[in-house]
C-alpha cells in the first residue's frame, strides 16, 4: 500500500515536472523571430495557433535533423499529445480548460515553427560550407 | 557479469556524462556549473572502477559489493553538493549563501544521524549498511529540496533559462528515480523495470549537455510562462 502510495505520488511529481521542463522549452523560444521564409512557408503570421502544429510537425519531417533539438522537440510533441488529450477528456468538466489548452499548444506550434527556422539556417550554413570546399 | 542491454545502457551513460564535461568546457561554463561537472567526473571515475572491479572480482564478490556501495554514498554526496549549489546560484542575488551552506550542513548531519541510528542495531556490516541508508535518504532529501528549488525558482521569478532546466532535469530524475524504486518494491518479477534506472542515469546528463548546448549563459526566458496560471 505503502509502495502504491509512493508510486502516485512520484509520478505526478514526475508529470509536473515534465510539463515544467516542456514550458520552459517553450517559453526559451517564445522570443525568437521567426524568419520571412518560415512565416510564408508555415502560414504563421504573428501568433501560431494550435492547429499550426501538425503542418509545421510535417514540414520539419522534410528539413534534415539537427542532433540537438531532436530530444527537445520529441518532448514538446508529447506534452502536445497530453494537451490534446486535457481537451477532450476535460474541456467539458471546466470549459476554461479549452482556451488554456489552446493557447498552450499554439505555444507548442511556434516552439515547432522555431526549430524549422534553426533547421533551415542549419542546412543552409552546411550547403554554404560544402560549395566552399 | 552485467547481460549486453546492461553494459550498453552503462556504457552509454558513461559517455553522456563525458559528453556534458566536454559541452561544459567547449563552452566555457565548467567553473560555472563546477559542482554539476565535478558530480559527473567523479561518475565517469566511478564507472571505470565498479568495471574494473567487476572484471577482476565478479559481481557476486565482496569487493566488487563494498566498492558498489561506498561509491554510490560519494555520488549521492556529491550530488547533494550539486543540488546545494544550485541552490546558492538561485538565492545567489539575496545574499543568503552562508544561510544555503549552513543549512546544507544541518540537513547532511541530520540524514547521516537518521541514517546511522536506522543501521545501529545490527552489529554486523554497520559500515556498509550505513552507506547504503545514507545514499537512499539522501535521495529522498534531494527529491525534496528539489521540489522546494522548483518552487523558489517560480517564486523569485528566475529568469535563466539554463539554470531553470537544469533544476527540471533534476526534478525529473529525482522522481524518475523514486518511481521506479517504488515499481520495484510492488512489481518487482517485471525485468523491464529494472532497466528504468540505469536509462534515468543516462538521461540527468544528456538531458543537461543539452540545456548547456542549447542555451548560452546570457539566454533568458519569461518567468510568467513557467507558470500554468499566469499570476
Known sequence: ???????????????????????????????????????????????????????????????????????????????????TVARRMLAWIAPSLRSWTEHEQACCAYFAAVTLDRRIAHSREMLTHEAEL | MPGPIDLSIWFLGTAFELLFVVCSLARKSFLTYLFLNLYLLISIAVST???????????????????????????????????????????????????????AVFLLLGTAGFSYAVVAQSAERLSTDFAYELSQNLYFVGLVLTYILWGAVLKLRETRTRLVQIILSLG????????????????????????????????????????????????????????????
Open chain 2, 172 to 231: 525529473l530524475y529525482f522522481s524518475g528515480y523514486a518511481a521506479s524504486y517504488a515499481l520495484m518494491n510492488f512489481s518487482g518479477r517485471f525485468s523491464i523495470i529494472r532497466y528504468i534506472c540505469p536509462v534515468l542515469g543516462c538521461f540527468l546528463p544528456l538531458s543537461w549537455s543539452l540545456t548547456i548546448l542549447r542555451n548560452s549563459e546570457e539566454s533568458r526566458l519569461v518567468p510568467a510562462q513557467l507558470v500554468a496560471v499566469p499570476r
Open chain 2, 49 to 103: 572502477g565498479r568495471f574494473v572491479f567487476l572484471q577482476s572480482y565478479g559481481q557476486g564478490s565482496s569487493q566488487y559489493r563494498y566498492f558498489y556501495y561506498y561509491s554510490d554514498a560519494l555520488l549521492t554526496l556529491t550530488l547533494f553538493c550539486a543540488l546545494i549549489s544550485l541552490y546558492s546560484r538561485v538565492f545567489g542575488e539575496l545574499r543568503t549563501g552562508e544561510y544555503v551552506k549552513w543549512g
Open chain 1, 1 to 83: 500500500m505503502m509502495a502504491v502510495l509512493i508510486f502516485l505520488a512520484s509520478v505526478a511529481t514526475l508529470c509536473m515536472f515534465f510539463a515544467s521542463y516542456c514550458r520552459s522549452l517553450v517559453a526559451s523560444s517564445s522570443r525568437h523571430p521567426l524568419s520571412a521564409e518560415v512565416r510564408d512557408v508555415t502560414g504563421i503570421r504573428n501568433v501560431a495557433t494550435a492547429a499550426d502544429y501538425a503542418r509545421v510537425v510535417q514540414l520539419l519531417k522534410l528539413c534534415p535533423e539537427r542532433q540537438e533539438d531532436r530530444a527537445g522537440l520529441q518532448a514538446v510533441d508529447i506534452y502536445y499529445s497530453w494537451l
